[in-house]
Nanobody, 119 residues
Framework: QVQLVESGGGLVQPGGSLRLSCAASGRTLDDYIMGWFRQAPGKEREFVAHIVYSSSITYYVNSVKGRFTASRDNARNTVYLQMNSLKQEDTAVYFC????????????WGQGTQVTVSS
C-alpha cells in the first residue's frame, strides 16, 4: 500500500507560481511512476504530467509543457510539481497518483489540493 498526501495548493494571481508536494508513505517509490492529474469544476479529471521515480524521466501534456516541472526528492519520498506562469485555466483540484512500472492503472491516489488562479 502507498499513501499519498498532497499539499501546496492555494490562490495565486495569473502569471504566478506554486509548488505542489506529494508525500508518499508505506513504501518507497523506486518501482513507481508518479502522475499528476487535475480536475476543474464540471470537467473530467485529466492527466497533467508524470515522473518515473527511479530515473526522473518526465512527461507533460502540451498545455503545461514549459510551465510545469515534475521532480522528486528521494530522501523525503516526495514528488513535486512546480507550476510557473499559471493561467486561469489551470484552476483545478490537483491530485498525485502512483502506478507500478509496467502497469497502466494508477492504483494509489492522494486526496487532492485546490489550485485557484485568479486576479
Amino acid at each position: 500500500q502507498v499513501q499519498l498526501v498532497e499539499s501546496g495548493g492555494g490562490l495565486v494571481q495569473p502569471g504566478g507560481s506554486l509548488r505542489l508536494s506529494c508525500a508518499a508513505s508505506g513504501r518507497t517509490l523506486d518501482d513507481y511512476i508518479m502522475g499528476w492529474f487535475r480536475q476543474a469544476p464540471g470537467k473530467e479529471r485529466e492527466f497533467v504530467a508524470h515522473i518515473v521515480y527511479s530515473s526522473s524521466i518526465t512527461y507533460y501534456v502540451n498545455s503545461v509543457k514549459g510551465r510545469f516541472t515534475a521532480s522528486r526528492d528521494n530522501a523525503r519520498n516526495t514528488v513535486y510539481l512546480q507550476m510557473n506562469s499559471l493561467k486561469q485555466e489551470d484552476t483545478a483540484v490537483y491530485f498525485c497518483a502512483a502506478r507500478r512500472r509496467g502497469e497502466s492503472k494508477y492504483s494509489y491516489w492522494g486526496q487532492g489540493t485546490q489550485v485557484t488562479v485568479s486576479s
